[in-house]
């Protein structure tokens, strides 16, 4: 199963006279990890938000495939295939299980009349998804965490679940905001093998806002660069690295978060 | 035409009387982030204290003290709230109600069935002009309530107050973290909104209103709808919107006979009728602003 | 590391005691109406209704957080639903009333299910409409509804209110007749103690449906979407729709409890469904403890009883006296009212969690960061 290309046409996002995002193009190719990066306030929150329907744009189109998504609310954009993790993150009381199970949400269809009756299919439907729910978790390496509350895990675990949530939707493309801030080096390097075992082994493209340097060189097959709402280089990781507009953007050096 | 024009006025005068509750609102929502549930009972209480002090110190020497007590204990009320564990929007407006509940509960008490007079010094008597008849105390309320609006909006564009709760976030973390100066601004809030209540009660409860009774203090909820209409937040929607209410409320008991077909009573439930049309047009208020987050 | 992997999963895992105390507990409930007298079965059933519409306004309240002032408005749909379902028209006094003679079950059912209609009707404005413009529009459905109430005189009998047709169940009247006389181990099962049951079956089955919603996919999009809306939307709650679908429910949980209550009463009035109803069941889920349905429920009973028991102990308890009386002192519901105002605070402050935290607390099935 390979995920259709995300096209980004001249992207615009404006808030009050502010100009978040200014006329920005990519393209996110089939099963491709794609790197988004840029000086902090270069739009690149602005740009996930744009993707997942949160922020509404004032010019330019994403397509998915065939999808338009540009006008979509965010729920509708999730059955699209879609998923996002939050630099924040954003768990949901309760277990491990439960925000994974919130992340079956988009692809089940038990509503309020058929689970307040208990109906069989919807027990069922819970009850196969709580397995998939659990086959998940086990791939991201969370699987001696699955029924313990999320309140009390530590940061680096809370992260992981925030991805194994994300995959439960099934993406076909998914965003990564920051998925390793505030990790010590081995969590970085755990989390590394993981999100390039998710494009390998699943077949998702991933397109991933990150400040860590070196670990964007490292999975990317290409990388996006953004300042001050605009789109100032493309291209593979060592053009990039190479390229004067990006050197001076960041001041010359190519640090980590 | 000359009952419309009577309409009007009326509608004008009770207006400016819902704008002086839902300015308190106005100030509250954006100094705490709440909705005060309670100002119906700290009004009520301020209408009990004109009517018991103003044999001993006249009516405007009865309502100074009043507002006095009703800013006081806005304030207590506010500063209970500070102890509320969840910071939550819903937990601080039931809060606010708790404290209502319970205020409510001692005012019946006291008042208990008595229908009590504010003693104002218009009575019941009317102005005339043009062939029209006005209440002497519309008159008044317009011109009293007239001045404090026009000394809040002056206040709230003009001086360091107000630039202060202009800029105030709604944000209730991010207030936590701006310390003591927060803090006083949020309390003058509240003590804003209690004083104006007061004076609000003392028009409400005068002509042509029987007097104070129990129930009095359920008029301020009618300045609910009226700071929604407008946008929470917002005072020159709040202005706007009990303008709107006052009004409508007017046309509704002038005209109840050519409406009678929707039963009688409309000028109760004339507010609510209006704000939920506002709301399904404009789900955010007439001058509240749409988020640019969809969500 | 692999300490946290020890934590005992929260659910599952009841134990043989509290399994034990919950069949005693529901034997009792079904044993009550043998050994209680007329009084406290009324509270019990008063009881009932209110735990009904609570655990409504705790679907929407404690697991959608919205906060709605208008559920004693649903509450009245379905009283007066189900009077003018099961009632026959007729002249009462000087009103012509009507009605369409439904047998009681039926009416029951419809009753509930234009609660919940009501409920969807408002959904232009429940769905879109967060926090305290929600709360505030909620408010207009209580007033506009006490204006309905008193005006339409044909449906609602106006001021002075309607009777209430019995249930009645093939051939089986929750009354004093039909049949006339019913000895359970010699006790006589009149009106009161037949409705017991019928309540217990109403809250039964209600704790079993809301139970199953809170525990599956649209509790958890609904508790996603009070903590983080932009999280759940994300993960593809529609907001909207959930919001007015939780709405809707409520309504209906409401209209059930409307209608019982119609029954228990035997008569019904507007004034008895006004503001102070909505602000009632607010305080049931606030001392209960928002978000659980048992929390409702205990809740519920005690906003309930309150009043009542303080009424029926007035003369000997000080201070309070009861309603009417000239002497100094304080009435059954004046007292129940600083009673709620008191506690409402007092848990906001101490217990956030209600009645139910309390005894999350007392039996804590994880342990706390300071224990690991």
Redesign the interface.
């Known amino acids: 199963m390979t995920a259709p290309p995300l096209v980004v046409d001249r992207l615009t996002v404006r808030f009050a006279g502010l100009v978040a995002l200014d006329d920005v193009s990519l393209t996110v190719a089939p099963g491709q990890i794609h790197g988004l990066i840029g000086p902090n306030g270069a739009g690149k929150s602005s740009f996930f938000n744009v993707i997942s329907g949160v922020y509404r744009a004032a010019a330019g189109s994403v397509r998915f495939g065939d999808a338009e998504l540009t006008s979509l609310r965010p729920d509708r954009i999730a059955t699209h295939g879609v998923a996002r993790t939050f630099q924040n993150i954003v768990l949901t009381k309760g277990s491990v299980t439960e925000n994974l199970m919130l992340g079956r949400h988009s692809i089940t269809r038990a509503g309020f009349v058929a689970t307040a009756l208990s109906l069989p299919w919807a027990v069922s439907e819970q009850a196969r998804h709580r397995v998939r729910a659990g086959e998940i978790a086990e791939f991201v390496g969370l699987g001696d965490y699955v029924d313990a509350p999320v309140d009390v895990l530590p940061y680096g675990i809370r992260k992981r679940v925030e991805l194994a949530r994300a995959l439960c939707m099934e993406p076909r493309l998914l965003l990564l905001d920051e998925p390793v801030a505030g990790m010590n080096t081995a969590e970085r390097v755990a989390m590394s093998h993981t999100i390039s075992d998710i494009r390998a082994v699943l077949g998702i493209s991933i397109l991933l806002v990150e400040h860590d340097m070196g670990l964007v060189m490292r999975l990317a097959d290409e990388v996006t660069v953004l300042d001050f709402g605009k789109r100032i280089a493309g291209g593979t990781p060592d053009a990039v690295q190479r390229d004067p507009e990006v050197i001076r953007a960041y001041l010359g050096t190519g640090r980590d978060a | 035409m000359t009952t419309f024009v009577q309409m009007v006025i009326n509608g004008l005068a009770l207006g400016s009387v819902y704008a002086l509750i839902a300015l308190g609102f106005t100030v509250i929502f954006r100094a705490a982030g709440t909705m005060n549930f309670a100002q119906s009972s700290v009004m009520l209480l301020g209408g009990l204290l004109v009517a018991r002090l103003h044999e001993a110190l006249g009516f405007w020497g009865a309502l100074l003290v009043a507002a006095a007590a009703t800013a006081l204990v806005s304030v207590l009320e506010a500063l209970l709230l500070r102890a509320a564990r969840k910071r939550d929007l819903a937990s601080l407006a039931i809060m606010t109600i708790g404290f209502n509940t319970l205020l409510l509960a001692e005012l019946s008490r006291q008042i208990g069935s008595d229908v009590l007079s504010l003693g104002d010094p218009w009575g019941s008597r009317i102005v005339e002009f043009s062939g029209i008849t006005v209440a002497q105390t519309r008159v008044a309320s317009l011109a009293v309530a007239g001045v404090l609006i026009a000394a809040f909006f002056l206040a709230f564009r003009f001086t360091r107050w107000g630039l202060a709760m202009r800029a105030s976030a709604l944000d209730v973390e991010a207030a936590a973290l701006m310390g003591i100066r927060r803090r006083r601004l949020e309390l003058s809030g509240w003590a804003i909104a209690g004083g104006l209540a007061a004076v609000a009660i003392a028009f409400l409860a005068a002509f042509p209103s029987q007097g104070l009774d129990q129930t009095t203090g359920e008029v301020a909820l009618a300045a609910f709808p009226a700071a929604i209409i407008g946008g929470l937040g917002n005072p020159a929607g709040a202005l706007v919107g009990s303008l709107l209410i006052g009004v409508t409320e007017a046309a509704a008991a002038t005209y109840q006979n050519d409406l009678s077909l929707l039963g009688s009573g409309l000028s109760l439930i004339a507010p609510y009728v209006v704000m939920v049309a506002v709301l399904l047009v404009r789900p955010q208020g007439l001058l509240g602003t749409r988020e640019t987050s969809r969500v | ?2 300490e ?2 020890l ?4 659910r599952r895992v009841r134990s043989r005691a509290a399994s034990v105390a919950l069949g005693a507990g529901a034997l009792v409930l079904l044993a009550l109406p043998i050994y209680l007298p007329g009084f406290w079965l009324g509270v019990g059933l008063f009881s009932m209704s209110a735990a009904l519409g609570a655990m409504g306004l705790n679907l929407l ?1 404690g697991t959608a ?3 709605s002032l208008g559920h004693a408005f649903f509450v009245a749909v379905g009283a007066y639903g189900y009077a003018w379902f099961a009632g026959h028209s007729g002249r009462q006094g000087t009103v012509d009333l009507s009605g369409l003679g439904l047998p009681p079950v039926l009416a029951l059912m419809a009753a509930v299910v234009l609660a919940g209609l009501a409920g969807v009707l408002f959904s ?2 429940s769905g ?2 967060r ?3 929600l ?3 909620t ?2 459905l209580v ?2 509804g006490h ?2 109430l ?3 005189r044909s449906v609602t009998g106006g001021f002075n209110g309607r009777q209430v047709p019995e249930m009645e169940l093939f051939g089986f009247t929750f009354s004093n007749h039909h049949p006339d006389t019913l000895l359970v181990l010699g006790v006589p099962f009149g009106r009161l103690e037949r409705l017991w049951y019928l309540g217990l079956v109403l809250v039964g089955l209600g704790w ?3 139970r ?2 809170l525990r ?6 609904l ?2 979407l009070r ?13 909207a729709r959930y919001r007015a ?1 939780a709405f809707t ?1 409520s309504s209906m949980y409401a209209g059930a409890a409307g209608a019982f209550l119609g029954l228990v009463y035997e008569r019904i009035v507007p004034d008895s469904f006004g ?1 102070m109803v909505s ?1 009632n069941f ?2 049931m889920i ?1 001392i209960g403890g928002l978000g659980s349905v048992g929390g409702a429920v205990a809740g519920a009973v005690f906003v309930s009883a309150l009043p009542l028991v303080l009424g029926h102990y007035a003369g000997s308890l000080p201070l309070v006296v009861p309603a009417g009386m000239e002497e100094s002192g ?1 009435s059954p519901v ?1 007292a129940s ?2 009673l ?6 007092a848990i ?3 217990a ?1 969690g209600g009645l139910a935290g309390l005894v999350r607390r007392r039996s804590p099935k ?4 300071e224990e ?1």
């Open positions: 590391m692999s946290i992997a934590v005992r999963p929260r309240m957080g919205q906060l232009p404005i879109r409409m926090g305290l413009y709360a505030v529009a408010l207009a007033y506009i204006h309905v008193l005006n339409a079993w449906l809301a199953n919603i599956g996919r649209p509790g958890r999009g508790a996603a903590d983080n809306e932009l999280a759940a939307s994300v993960m593809g709650v529609p907001a679908a429910v503001i602000i607010i305080a606030v304080i004046e009212n600083y709620y105002g008191i506690a409402i605070l906001l402050v101490f956030p994880v342990p706390t960061q690991r």
